[in-house]
């Protein structure tokens, strides 16, 4: 790939980022009809501890939106750092070839 090229994804990956909503981690989840009518919540890690909250349609619809927003900004800033260090270690990074050799440590 030519810098050219990986400055151009590296920009429409930023455009990506700039039009992403809401965020969040976690899972939300349908869990059907309980005894009370439809049963929707939300489970995430809070400092290391998993935390389930029971949620209305309306915010269960926003977190399924949410969540699947933090995973798409999550796959599209790894993209984003392997770009990033291929074009580091080519340009910032001095790389010899040879026996020892180790440019992440230099």
Known sequence: MTPKKRQQEYQALRQQLSGM?????????????????PCFQWTRKVKGK??????????????TKAIKSW????????????????????????????QGSDPVGQ
Do not use: H
């Not at 389930?52 to 977190?63: G, H, P, R």
């Not at 750092?81 to 080519?90: E, G, I, P, T």
């Open 71 to 98: 995973k798409k900004t999550k796959r599209i800033i790894k993209r984003m750092q392997q770009l990033c260090v291929f074009r580091s270690c080519r340009t910032v990074i001095p790389i010899s070839v040879g």
């Open 21 to 37: 909503g809401w965020i969040s981690e976690g899972y939300a989840q349908n869990r059907g009809r309980g005894a009370g009518g």
């Open 50 to 63: 998993t935390v389930s909250v029971a949620l209305s349609e309306a915010q269960f619809d926003a977190l």
